[in-house]
């Protein structure tokens, strides 16, 4: 079956960066358009940033564009996410989740598997 799991999250004052890393296995990767989400408490679960298998083709929210970066690494399984200038507002439980397939999507509905996610905790 598949798994993903994140790792990486922390806590840091703002300004700072954090880098997410989400390993894949139960599933041939490569085939896979993976995503980041994030839910802070009492929010909706929302898109952050998405790739597609070839990692040329990358999506962001607009909140986090020119501050946050997706890549993959397909040899290792493994989705990453760098954020740099960290604000208090992107503190969340960050997810990973994969689609098999197709264009980046923004709706978590879209995403067939999820991992357990990881605290990032930014204060001010």
């Known amino acids: 079956q598949v798994q993903l799991v994140e790792s990486g999250g922390g806590s840091v004052q703002a300004g700072g960066s954090l880098r997410l890393s989400c390993l894949a296995s139960g599933l041939t990767f490569s085939y896979y358009t993976m995503g980041w989400f994030r839910q802070a408490p009492g929010k909706e679960r929302e898109f952050v940033a998405g790739?597609?298998?070839?990692?040329?083709?990358?999506d962001y929210a607009d909140s986090v564009k020119g501050r946050f970066t997706i890549s993959r690494d397909n040899a290792k399984n493994t989705v990453y996410l760098q954020m740099n200038s960290l604000k208090p507002e992107d503190t969340a439980v960050y997810y990973c989740?994969?689609?098999?397939?197709?264009?980046?999507?923004?709706?978590?509905?879209?995403?067939?598997?999820w991992g357990q996610g990881t605290q990032v905790t930014v204060s001010s």
């Open positions: 989740a994969a689609k098999f397939s197709g264009a980046i999507k923004l709706r978590n509905t879209d995403y067939s598997d």
């Open positions: 790739i597609r298998w070839s990692g040329s083709n990358t």
